[in-house]
């Protein structure tokens, strides 16, 4: 195998400087197409524990487990578990991947665990708040929101949608990890993004343009989207729930499963590669449950204790109603 370092003596595999290690394998993650976040996470966890490491020309040999134990301990302080995970796993892609490639003869890090993962509190949006959220911002951020939680898509996708991807009652995005989708919306969105298209995006419009301007003509990035969020959030009175656009991708998941949607329509609507995540979304659904089973229990329906619910189940369906036409749903 020749060396990858240029001219020099040759080395063995074992005692190849890891930096340079470090750099063919990003090379090759790059040639292989992985995602530009993908890329950038990776860099950041190799370059992260080649500066922990206390020795100044470390090799592939000090790629093992009390190495990689102590850096993550490190991290620890200021962390998530959900966190440690991601900084952890492209150090045990590129062990892999060294095994691979013949620099190493073994997985060395094969025993090392991610640290488990905590799931976290998922609170979604109700339609009230997202209403007030609409109605609190800029109308660029109106039209965010009524895509964002009408179609779930991630914020990066959103805010690199152009005119073009706009395609009758679908976007085209362009995914994560290069799986490109055609991500549908409703009527009501429709409406929303028609009103801004004809009434308050600036002009001109050309088919290859950023979809959502800001008002001084830049395009929307997703750090300006979430700012903007978090201050309509503010304006809105929203408490006790995170005002940003994942949470309105939580919160068209959990709507799209309570209204009918099913499990593999949500996957492939939100662009997941397996149904992990949206397993969490239908156990949060779960509690719909216990609410159909109130307007259905057999023995209830039998005994006519149903006709004292009757009444509060009208009312609650009056509010809905109206909490919907406050929305500008129809």
């Given at each position: 195998m020749s060396s990858l370092t240029g001219s020099g003596p040759r080395v063995h595999p074992t005692r190849r400087p890891l930096?340079?290690?470090?750099?063919?394998?990003?090379?090759?993650?790059?040639?292989?197409?992985?995602?530009?976040?993908?890329?950038?996470?990776?860099?950041?966890?190799?370059?992260?524990?080649?500066?922990?490491?206390?020795?100044?020309?470390?090799?592939?040999?000090?790629?093992?487990?009390?190495?990689?134990?102590?850096?993550?301990?490190?991290?620890?302080?200021?962390?998530?578990?959900?966190?440690?995970?991601?900084?952890?796993?492209p150090l045990k892609v590129f062990a892999r991947w060294a095994l691979r490639e013949g620099y190493l003869r073994?997985?060395?890090?094969?025993?090392?665990?991610?640290?488990?993962?905590?799931?976290?509190?998922?609170?979604?949006?109700?339609?009230?708040?997202?209403?007030r959220l609409m109605a609190a911002g800029p109308p660029v951020l109106r039209a965010a929101v009524a895509l964002l939680v009408d179609t779930g898509v991630r914020a990066s996708e959103l805010c690199g949608l152009v005119i073009?991807?706009?395609?009758?009652?679908?976007?085209?995005?362009?995914?994560?990890?290069?799986?490109?989708?055609?991500?549908?919306?409703?009527?009501?969105?429709a409406d929303e993004l028609q009103r801004y298209l004809t009434r308050t995006r600036p002009?001109?419009?050309?088919?290859?343009?950023?979809?959502?301007?800001?008002?001084?003509g830049g395009a929307l990035s997703a750090h300006r989207l979430g700012e903007l969020m978090r201050k309509a959030?503010?304006?809105?009175?929203?408490?006790?729930?995170?005002?940003?656009?994942?949470?309105?991708?939580?919160?068209?998941?959990?709507?799209?499963?309570?209204?009918?949607?099913?499990?593999?329509?949500l996957q492939k609507t939100l662009g997941h590669r397996s149904l992990d995540m949206v397993k969490v979304y239908a156990e949060l659904t779960e509690g719909d449950v216990a609410a159909a089973h109130r307007s259905a229990s057999p023995l209830d329906q039998w005994s006519g204790r149903l006709t004292t619910r009757a009444g509060a189940d009208r009312r609650a369906a009056r509010a809905y109603r109206g909490a919907r036409a406050g929305f500008g749903v129809r």
């Open positions: 930096r340079d290690a470090a750099r063919s394998f990003l090379a090759d993650c790059s040639a292989r197409a992985l995602s530009p976040r993908t890329l950038e996470q990776y860099e950041w966890s190799l370059r992260s524990f080649l500066i922990f490491l206390p020795v100044p020309a470390a090799v592939l040999t000090d790629l093992d487990p009390e190495n990689v134990r102590a850096w993550v301990e490190s991290l620890k302080p200021s962390r998530r578990p959900t966190s440690l995970r991601t900084a952890l796993r073994s997985d060395s890090l094969a025993v090392v665990t991610l640290p488990k993962a905590v799931r976290p509190l998922i609170v979604p949006l109700e339609d009230h708040e997202v209403a073009d991807d706009i395609r009758m009652e679908h976007l085209f995005v362009r995914g994560k990890g290069g799986y490109d989708r055609l991500a549908p919306f409703g009527e009501s969105c002009a001109p419009r050309h088919g290859d343009e950023p979809l959502l301007l800001l008002p001084s959030g503010s304006a809105a009175g929203i408490r006790g729930v995170r005002v940003s656009p994942h949470t309105l991708r939580h919160t068209f998941a959990i709507e799209f499963l309570r209204n009918g949607g099913g499990e593999l329509a």
